[in-house]
Each structure stands twice: as structure tokens, then as C-alpha cells.
């Protein structure tokens, strides 16, 4: 969650979790083995970022049946959710650093950076184009060469668009192939609101981060 985010109930937002069968909780078991193939197929003790993170449900569980040590940073500014992921964690035995911060600031894990996996679950849906714009090409500095983000977004506008793309999630599909990824996967369910993709750095950026990457709409 980043700091202008208030007038969303983001604890409430994740209650969505508790029923099996929701868009949600489909998309968590598919971001899950997403993950885990993206973190095996990095050599040596793969760096994980995962950012607006909530209580890291996508992460911890798929951190604790590695057969490695991952080196993984959570980012999330509501405290309740971080402290959740904090304990879960813990619970698990897994060393996830686990930050009570704003997500959009670089800053927040700048001495964590380059890495070799990115998360984006739920932000690209939730900011304007113009932010995710720059949040793409943004990514592109944070990775080291080869890296992954996995990155989601729904089939609904939260804003004006600034193109004429019929469905948002295939345009940022082609932003990232825009800003030096290839796409690896795009998962577009049937039925469901939700896309998820993964892209791979074929071309990495030098260009510095900027002060901020994005600020959500609700």
C-alpha cells in the first residue's frame, strides 16, 4: 500500500482470501507457481522484491518449501498487513525482510537492488497509465540482466485511458516488451477479471529510478 492509499480498506480487501473460490484466491494459487518456477530458474541465491506485498501470502508460503535460502524483502505500508506477513514468516521459518514502508519510493529497498525477481500483484491495476508507465520502465533498472516480474492486473479501467486497448492488462503486457522484457507467460482465464504475466529483462536499463513510481487511484 503506498502512502496517498487511504480511503481503501485493504485489511478488508484480503478477507476476499478466506473463500476459496474467489477471482482472488484463483489468482493467488497461480501466482504462487509462477513464482516458484521464476525463483528456480535463477542459479546461486536468487534476490526477491516484492512490492505493495499486503500480508505476503503469495510469498511465504512458496519461500518456506524451497530447498534454498532466498534472499526476499516485502514492502507494505499498512501495518497491520506488514506485521501479518512479519509473523507469518517467522512462523514458517523463513528470513523475509519484511519493511513497513511506501512501495512507490525506491528508497523504501534501494539497498536491495538489482534483483532477480520482481513482484507487481496488485498494483498496475490500481494506478494510471502515465504511473505505470513509469513503474514499467522503472522495473527494468531494478532487475539484474535475465530477471522476472510478475506483475498483475485486472480487465477493468480504474481511470481514463491514455490508449485504445480494449482490455488494460494487454497493454501493459506490450509496455513491458516496450521497455526491454519478453513476455514469458500471459495468463488471461476465461470468465475471470484478473491477468497475470510474466516477463522476463532481455534489455537492461541504466537510466536512474525516479523519486516516486506511482501513486493508486483508490
Known sequence: MTESRRRMDWQAWHRDYDDPDSPVSRRLVEVRARLTAALDA??????????????????????????????????????????????????????????????????????RLPIDVLMLIGVLGNISDADGETTVRAAASMLAPGGTVLWTRSNRFRSKPTHDYEDPAAWVRDRFEACGF???????PEGAPWRLGVSRLTTPSNAPLPPRLFTFVR
Open 182 to 188: 519478453e513476455t514469458v507467460e500471459y495468463l488471461a
Open 42 to 111: 535463477v542459479p546461486g541465491r536468487p534476490r526477491l522484491l516484492n512490492l505493495c506485498a499486503g500480508d505476503a501470502r503469495d510469498t511465504v508460503p512458496v519461500l518456506a518449501a524451497m530447498d534454498r535460502e532466498i534472499e526476499g524483502c516485502a514492502v507494505e505500508l499498512d501495518a497491520a498487513l506488514a506485521e501479518h506477513a512479519r509473523r507469518s514468516a517467522a512462523d514458517a521459518g523463513v528470513p523475509l525482510d519484511v519493511r513497513t514502508g511506501d512501495a512507490a519510493d525506491p528508497s523504501t529497498y534501494a539497498d
